[in-house]
């Protein structure tokens, strides 16, 4: 038995929840680099004898859906959280991030004087200010995934209907060439 319709309605909802979830993204200005964004993916499987679906991100991607909470404050939808020790200074100073964001976003930090400073320090000082305040929870995933869930056993059950459905019909038009 084939389950086209199940297979159907499956991968309609992974559409639809990834495509939410790419609109969240860039509507709540989390879409600088598009990394995250083109790493939403779906992986939907149907067998005579199981179902699986696989939601697929970067691994970030959680981080950004469910929060982190901060050494001094913040809250997180999750266990997620920096630790006093957490060497988030450190990966700024190796990779850059926070500063090529910093750049993207055109934010420098001025001195007493009215100078600006460079990129590279407001990569510092934004990597400090995560790591004490955490990150607010987006729910870009969260939120569509749960909409589109509430629709899918009805839509699901129907898929599922049809093919029982039709292989009915296709066991009932082999008998009747047997006879």
């Known amino acids: 038995m084939t389950l086209e319709e199940t297979n159907k309605a499956l991968n309609k909802f992974a559409k639809y929840v990834i495509q939410q979830a790419r609109t969240k993204l860039t509507k709540g ?48 939808l999750s266990n997620y959280s920096y630790k006093q020790s957490s060497n988030l200074k450190g990966f700024e100073a190796a990779t850059g991030t926070f500063a090529k964001w910093a750049k993207f976003r055109r934010m420098q930090p001025r001195d007493k004087k009215g100078r600006f400073g460079s990129y590279k320090t407001m990569g510092f000082i934004l990597a400090n200010s995560i790591k004490k305040k955490g990150i607010k929870p987006s729910l870009f995933f969260t939120k569509p995934f749960e909409k589109a869930f509430d629709n899918l056993p009805q839509e699901l059950i129907e898929a599922y209907a049809l093919d029982v459905e039709g292989m009915i019909e296709f066991t009932l038009k082999d008998n009747y060439k047997n006879e």
């Open 29 to 76: 200005k989390k879409n600088v680099y598009n990394d995250l964004y083109d790493s939403l993916d779906s992986n939907v499987k149907v067998s005579k004898n199981s179902i699986s679906m696989d939601m697929l991100m970067d691994k970030y991607g959680m981080f950004q859906d469910r929060g982190v909470k901060g050494t001094e404050s913040g809250k997180s």
